[in-house]
Structures are given as C-alpha cells and as structure tokens.
C-alpha cells in the first residue's frame, strides 16, 4: 500500500515550492513575554523537517500557528500557499495533524475513532493496511479512554495520515513509544516522505531527528538558533578521545600538543582533546605522550560531534 501518495483531489491546486513557509513569527500570550521572537523557518516537499528546541523555545506555539489554532501578533505563514486561519476550511482536507493528546473522541473503540476520521476524508487510506503498519490491530476494539499512551500515540498518527495529506504535523511521534513501535513509526514517517508528504515534526529525542530529518530547524528562546541537515550540523571540527586510568596529568598532555588544546577528563577515566584540528600528528602525539608516561590508553581516536552535542552547544545546558 502507498501510504504517503496525497489525496488525488487535493493535489491539482498544490503549489510547487516550500509546503510552509514561516516568516518573522513574533507572539506573546496575553500580558507575558515574547514566546516567538522573529522566528522564521520553511518545510520543503518529500522531506521531514524537524523542529528541535529545549522545553518552552517555542515550538508547539510555531506549528499551533501552522495549524491555525493560535495567532501570531505579526509575521507571515504560509501553509500549502494559503493562510492557515483564513483558508482553514481549504487546509482541511490537505493537512494531517497529530496532536500529543489524541483529540479524539475517548468513548469509542481505536478502530472506529479511526473511521470515523477516514469518513471525512474523499480518499481515505485503506484502514486494514495503516492499521497493520501502525500495529493497531491488538488494540482495536479498545476504547480511546483505556488505550496505552504509545497506543494512542499511533492512533493519532494513523489520524493524521488517513486523509492522505499533503503536509502533516506530527508531535512528538515517537514519545512514549516502545522500540520496536517507534521503529514503526519512523518507516511510516520516511513512506509518506518518500510519496512527496512534507513531515513537520517536534521531538526532544536527538536520535530521532538524527535518524529521520531531512532539515533540522533548532529554536531557542522563540528564534531559530541553526538550520541544516543532521549532517550539515555535526560537521565540523571532531574531538580526540580515549581511555585510560583516572587522574592522568592533563595539564602535561596539552603542553605536548599544538597550542590551543585543551584535554579534559570528562569522566573517569575518559578524556577528551579539544581545541584542535585532530590529524594524524595529533593523534600520534598523544599516543607517544602516553608511552613515555607508562599510560596504556584504549581507543585513540576522532569522534563527530553527535546532534545532541549541536544541540547543547546551541542551547546551553541550564534546565528551562
Ligand atoms: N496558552 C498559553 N498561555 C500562556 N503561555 C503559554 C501558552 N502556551 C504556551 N505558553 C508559553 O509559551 C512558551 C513556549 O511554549 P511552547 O509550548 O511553544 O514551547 P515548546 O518549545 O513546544 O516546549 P516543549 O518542548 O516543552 O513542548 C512557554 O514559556 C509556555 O509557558
């Protein structure tokens, strides 16, 4: 089955380019500070774009906005080339969206709650073949009130796909999820990408914006700190590690390397180098350094910054 493929009618008037284009976004709620302070951001076609940020940056306030739920006190949204308020009625049927409390009816069984949202669509996907995807079969007759919290999480994601929209929102897909559901989810999520879907994502999980973004947009205090691929954000210059006993005189390791690098022990027994370019002669001058101080260290070698060091570099390590 074609999970992703848009809904032949709705297809015909959709514009070429970016499915939403957000521009310059401010807002603060009634009386408090600046949620989103000029936050701009676009969502291309056949591609998952993440939104990743510490708790309370701004993001459900963003794709809220997207969704027509909330204004913006200025700046401009564009979803499918419309105006998601304006044009909410032509959205509609265009636009998947799960949202993390379900906002479904709880006193109905899983597989009705699901009919009931492919009954509003024109071309609804085959319910049997997204309810095998999503593993929604052991649950179905259960009622939404008494579904598990990653139970309801893959019903709202099969109801956001049912329609077989051109551009979904998906928050927090994969919260909550056990392994192997979430591993569902994220084949689910790349099939609609492939098809053409734009996926607008926000997750807190680094992996998951790691394994399944396309463009990963970071925001922090209501603007967007960094935009790239998972890719263009690790690149960069990678760190030295290794390890070895605890308590080894960092001090005398940097003087023996180029100026400018620092060596840490970041725990126990494991130590970073920092602070320069980490080339063969770097490496071999901490392998000889340990030589000629009897220090057997395991694992020489360069390490990528992963997206969770990005992402705390961007962000800071303070608890919001
Ligand atoms: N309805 C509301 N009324 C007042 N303040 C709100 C409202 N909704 C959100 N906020 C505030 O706006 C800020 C941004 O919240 P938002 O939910 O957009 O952040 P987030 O990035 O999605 O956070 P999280 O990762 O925790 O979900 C927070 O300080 C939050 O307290």
């Known amino acids: 089955m074609a999970l992703g493929s848009p809904s032949p009618a709705t297809t015909k008037d959709a514009p070429p380019d970016a499915a939403v284009e957000v521009r310059d976004l401010r807002k603060?709620?009634?009386?408090?500070?600046a949620v989103l302070d000029g936050l701009s951001f676009r969502a291309a076609r056949g591609r998952v774009t993440a939104l990743l940020g510490p708790n309370g940056a701004g993001k459900?306030?963003?794709?809220?906005?997207?969704?027509g739920l909330h204004r913006a006190d200025s700046g401009?949204?564009?979803?499918?080339g419309l105006d998601p308020v304006a044009d909410a009625a032509r959205l509609r049927p265009r636009v998947g969206v799960m949202l993390q409390d379900g906002g479904l009816p709880t006193g109905v069984g899983a597989l009705e709650a699901l009919r009931h949202v492919a009954s509003l669509h024109t071309h609804p996907l085959d319910l049997g073949a997204l309810s095998e995807r999503l593993g929604l079969g052991s649950f179905a007759r259960t009622r939404v009130r008494r579904l598990s919290g990653g139970q309801r999480q893959r019903l709202a994601m099969a109801c956001a796909l049912v329609g077989r929209p051109e551009l979904v929102f998906l928050?927090?897909?994969?919260?909550?999820?056990?392994?192997?559901?979430?591993?569902?989810?994220?084949?689910?999520v790349r099939e609609v990408r492939d098809a053409g879907v734009a996926v607008v994502l926000t997750t807190h999980l680094m992996e998951e914006a790691e394994r399944l973004a396309d463009d990963v947009v970071v925001v922090d205090h209501g603007r967007?700190?960094?935009?790239?691929?998972?890719?263009?954000?690790?690149?960069?210059?990678?760190?030295l590690s290794f390890r070895s006993r605890p308590g080894l005189p960092t001090d005398s390791l940097a003087r023996a390397l180029p100026v400018g690098a620092e060596v840490s022990e970041l725990d126990a027994g494991r130590y970073v180098v920092t602070g320069v370019d980490v080339d063969p002669r770097v490496v071999a001058t901490v392998t000889n350094w340990c030589a000629s101080h009897d220090v057997l260290a395991e694992g020489v070698g360069p390490v990528r910054r992963t997206l969770e060091d990005v992402f705390l570099d961007l962000t800071g390590r303070t608890l919001r």
């Open 171 to 188: 928050d927090e897909p994969s919260a909550g999820l056990d392994p192997q559901a979430r591993l569902a989810v994220w084949d689910v």
């Open 60 to 67: 459900t306030t963003t794709v809220g906005i997207c969704e």
């Open 224 to 239: 967007v700190v960094a935009t790239g691929s998972p890719e263009e954000l690790t690149r960069g210059p990678a760190s």
């Open 28 to 33: 603060a709620y009634r009386g408090g500070p």
């Open 76 to 80: 401009t949204v564009r979803v499918l």
